[in-house]
């Protein structure tokens, strides 16, 4: 029987980290391989009236400049007066992508204002070849079931 981390895996972060005013972009996500991916954004405690933004940029290479957004892919800013610890989901259809001319995609952070507490993990699923163990991010540590 297949378990959850079979069908599912780790292919982005932005690591937990109190995150300067700024951009911090997840690592590239080469959507060839797969057919959904989920970004998790979570925010701990933002600094004073901080703002936080997170979108999905695309690209036709790993190597591009990711600068066109992925259409419909941004969340509504999150704001200090009611941003501490809360977590948002963007989900990402490699079909759609492609009807965008995007192969390679990557989650991009904008802190505002005052540095705040945030992170994003990258969960992908529906291989379109290979095992979860084969397209898992290289710093996944340890898998327990």
Do not use: C, W
């Not at 297949?2 to 300067?20: E, Q």
């Amino acid at each position: 029987m297949l378990k959850f981390h079979d069908k599912v895996t780790l292919v982005g972060t932005i690591d937990p980290a109190s995150v300067s005013v700024g951009s911090v972009n997840t690592d590239v996500i080469d959507m060839s391989k797969f057919h959904k991916a989920l970004f998790v954004l979570t925010t701990g405690v933002l600094g004073a009236s901080a703002t936080v933004d997170f979108g999905i940029y695309g690209d036709t290479a790993s190597g591009g400049s990711f600068a066109t957004p992925v259409t419909g892919k941004a969340i509504t800013q999150i704001v200090k007066a009611s941003g501490d610890n809360v977590q948002t989901f963007v989900e990402v259809n490699g079909n759609d992508l492609r009807l965008q001319g995007f192969t390679h995609i990557r989650g991009k952070l904008t802190v505002g204002t005052a540095a705040s507490i945030a992170a994003v993990t990258v969960l992908a699923t529906e291989f379109n070849y290979g095992t979860a163990d084969d397209n898992k991010l290289s710093t996944l540590g340890q898998i327990v079931a």
